[in-house]
């Protein structure tokens, strides 16, 4: 694990699958929410933070056996760089390669390149490179969990009038209204087609949450509620009014097919978000 302390920001990020599972800027509270059930094991995600979840979102197609969400989240990643920027913010380098292991679930050849700027805002990078020689196909989601006063009390903006697959009713595509989100209940939706950034207000918190995005086409918004929150082991029965997910994605529709470049330097696709705390 990477601890970050500077007078701009303080972070934490786990070689663990390049996990980011702190961060607080200067005058601010901390922004990224933690499961205090959290597993720190092989083989297992941390729960909370940014997981990188690649090369496939949710369950594996046709296979059962595979873990949910790929298998980046689970892999040991390298620490490639670290720098201190001029402005004081510090950026760190992972990266993740293919191995017999990965080739063993997902037949293809690939370099990840993880890069996350710890500072006022949190910049998190993820880039792909297809060293194969065939095209590859893949989803890639920064799962990002913040910490919020009372998720019942919060808004999201940003996504009015996206058309969104509905998990908890998955009867079509529905479309966005103009209303602010808010939380009632379970809420699991995968926007499409949407390259907008989001706010999550949060006036009990005093502060709105800015996620800007490049290089994404879907955005999820994800609070488990009572009962999935119980039927998670990592996860406190009581936790989910803490926190929301409004996560950076591309899968679905938005599913990146990323040609081979044989002989030249690889073909590779760029996904990046921009997290910024105002107070209120
Ligand atoms: O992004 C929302 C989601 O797909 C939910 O359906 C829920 O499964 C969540 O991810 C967490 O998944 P995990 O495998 O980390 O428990």
């Known amino acids: 694990m990477l601890v970050i302390d500077t007078p701009a920001a303080s972070g934490r990020m786990y070689l663990h699958g390049a996990h980011v599972t702190a961060w607080r800027p200067a005058g601010h509270e901390p922004v990224l929410w933690m499961s205090g059930k959290s597993w720190y094991e092989t083989g297992k995600p941390i729960r909370g933070g940014v997981p990188i979840c690649f090369p496939w979102f949710g369950p594996k197609a046709g296979d059962a056996s595979a873990p949910a969400h790929g298998f980046a989240r689970l892999k040991n990643w390298t620490l490639a760089d670290v720098t201190r920027n001029a402005d004081g913010a510090i950026t760190v380098t992972m990266t993740l390669y293919a191995d017999d292991a990965t080739r063993a679930m997902w037949p293809h050849d690939f370099a990840a390149m993880m890069r996350v700027t710890f500072g006022p805002t949190l910049q998190l990078e993820l880039r792909i490179d297809n060293t194969g020689d065939q095209p590859i196909h893949f989803a890639e989601v920064l799962h990002t969990y913040f ?28 479309t966005r209204g103009d209303q602010p989100i808010t939380i009632t209940g379970e809420t699991d939706r995968l926007y499409i087609h949407t390259e907008s950034a989001c706010v999550l207000n949060d006036p009990a918190g005093h502060r709105a949450i800015t996620i800007r995005k490049t290089g994404s086409r879907s955005t999820v918004v994800w609070n488990p509620w009572v009962n999935k929150s119980k039927a998670m082991p990592d996860f406190g029965d009581d936790e989910w009014p803490g926190m929301i997910c409004i996560e950076t994605l591309n899968a679905g529709e938005n599913a990146v097919t990323l040609p081979p470049a044989p002989g030249t330097a690889a073909q590779s696709h760029t996904m990046a978000a921009t997290i910024e705390v105002k107070r209120l």
């Open 147 to 174: 910490a919020v006063s009372d998720v019942r009390q919060v808004s999201v903006t940003g996504l009015a009038g996206a058309m969104y697959h509905d998990r908890l009713d998955p009867t079509g595509l529905k």
